[in-house]
C-alpha cells in the first residue's frame, strides 16, 4: 500500500477524481489501482478565489517505482498493539468515565481483566435529561450535568477530536469511536468531530462493549475516600446516589476524576497525594454570526455544500507576556451552561454534527499562572476559578442567567444596556452588563488587545454586535496530580492519575490517549 500526499482535489471531487489524482502521481494508468481512500482530508482557503481539499490517499496497487519526494510512501494498515499481559492479583477500579476513564476501562476490559468503573454522574440517557432540564429552568444537579457524567465534559461540546499529540495511540481512539456509531469522516478529516447529538451514542456503545467484555460500570457514585496503606493504594471508598458508602478493594486505581472535581482534589490533597498548581486559561465564550466567519475564511465559495460551517483557530502574544487565544471552537453552535457547583455560572460551547446553527461561538481566554492565583496552596487555581464564576453569577443575577456585553461595548468599557444584531444562544437566559464586573482588570484588559489583534487576522472578529458571554474558567485543570515514569503517582503506589483532571490531557484525544496509557502500564506490572 502505498499513502500519497498532497492531492488537490476541488471541492465538488468525487472519488474517482481521488484515484485518478493519485494515479498521476503514482504514474500508473487508473485501472492499475485496486483500492483508493481517504488518509487525510483538510480545506486550503489560504487563496479565497481557489478554496478546495488538500487530501491524502492510501492506494493498494502493484509495485511502482517511487519517486524521489516526499509526497509518496509506502505504508501499513494501522494496528494496535496491545501490551503483554501481567496476570492481575486484583481487578482494577476506574474513577471517572470521561474519555480517560473510558478508554482506560475499554483496554482493560479487552485484556481480560474485568475493571470496575465508578462515575458520580448518571448515564448519558439520565444525564441528558438532567442537563436540558437545567438548561430551562436554571435547576442544577451539582453531581450531574455537562462536567460530570458518563462521557465527561466533551459529551456536552462539539465532539472535537482534533488533537496536538502524536502519538500514534489515537488512531485507536478513533477507530473505537468510529466502530462505535461515529461518523466514518473522524477517520480522515483533519478536524473531526462528531457532534453533541451523535457523542452520547457513540459512548453508550463503549459502555456497553465494556459490559459485554466483563466490566461493570456504576454511574452515580461518588468516591468518598481513597484507601491508602503502606503508601499503596489499597481500594476505594464509594456512596451511591440514595445509599450507605461501602468498600472495594484494588491495588490499581485509575484516577480519571476530571478537571471539575474540586471536592476530589481536595480528598486527594487531605491524604497527602503530592500535586501542585498549574497555568490554565479564563476568559468568556464570544459569538458571531456564522455567515460573517464563512465568508471571511472561504470568501465566495462560503455556503458550499462540501465545505459546511467555518471554523477558525486565533493566537497573540501581547507585549507583556500574556497569551491571548480561541479554544473550543464551536461553528453553528450555542453557548451553554456548564456550572457544577451551586452559585458558580461557567460557560462552555457545542455544536451538533451538522453544525447548522444560526452563530459560531468560541472561547475567548488568557492565560494564567500561579502568580497570578493569590495564594500558593496546591488548590489556588481552583479557588481562583471559583472567584471568577462566583462573580459571574452575581453579575448575571442569579438562577444562572449569564452576563452577556457586546463586543464594542466591551472595547469602549462602556456596560451593555441592549443585544445586537447576534441574539444570544446561552440558556436559560443572559443580563446586559459590563463583563469588567466579573472580570479580573488583566484578563479584561488582555481580552480587549487581543480582540483587535484577531480581528486583523481574521475580518469581522471585532464585529461591534458580537457578543461576549461570561465566565469561562474551565479550560483545563488548575492542578496536576504528580506521577513518575511509570505513570503512577509519585506519593501513592498503584495510583493512577490520569488525563485532563490530573493536568495530563488538553482534549478527548489526548485524554482517552492517556486513559490507554495508563491501562498498558496496569497490564504490564503485577
Known sequence: MYRVSELRLPLDGTEEDLKRLAAEKLKIPVSEIRSCSLYRKSVDARKKDRVHFICTADVECGRVRLPKNAKIMEAEPYRYEPPKVVKQDARPVVVGFGPAGLFAALILAQAGQNPIVFERGSAVEQRGEQVAQFWKTGSLNPQSNVQFGEGGAGTFSDGKLNTGTKDSRARKVLEEFAAAGAPREILYEAKPH?????????????REQIRSLGGEVFFDTVLENLLIRDGRVAGVEVRPKDGLPYRVEARKV????????????????????????????????????????????????????????????????????????????????????AASEEGRLVTNGM??????????NSALLVGVGPEDFGG??????????????????????????????????FLHRRASAVIGSVKPTYRPGVTPCGLDGCLPGFIADSMRRGILLMDARLHGFAYPDALLTAVETRSSSPVRILRGPAMESVGVGGLYPCGEGAGYAGGIISAAVDGVRCAEKILEYP
Open 194 to 206: 462528531i457532534g453533541t447529538d451523535r457523542l452520547p451514542g457513540t459512548v453508550r456503545s463503549l
Open 254 to 337: 485509575v484516577l480519571a476524576i476530571g478537571h471539575s472535581a474540586r471536592d476530589t482534589f481536595e480528598m486527594l490533597h487531605a491524604l497527602g497525594v503530592p500535586m501542585e498548581r498549574k497555568a490554565f486559561s479564563v476568559g468568556a465564550r464570544i459569538e458571531h454570526p456564522q455567515a460573517l466567519i464563512d465568508r471571511a475564511q472561504y470568501g465566495g465559495f462560503a455556503g458550499h455544500p462540501a465545505l459546511g460551517a467555518a471554523d477558525y483557530r486565533l493566537a497573540v502574544h501581547l507585549p507583556d507576556g500574556r497569551g491571548v487565544y480561541t479554544f473550543c471552537m464551536c461553528p453553528g453552535g450555542s453557548v451553554v451552561a
Open 351 to 360: 455544536s451538533c454534527f451538522a453544525r447548522d446553527g444560526v452563530n459560531a
Open 376 to 409: 500558593d496552596h496546591p488548590l489556588a487555581g481552583a479557588a481562583f476559578q471559583r472567584r471568577l464564576e462566583e462573580a459571574a453569577f452575581r453579575l448575571g443575577g442569579g438562577s444562572y442567567c449569564a452576563p452577556v456585553q457586546r463586543v464594542e461595548d
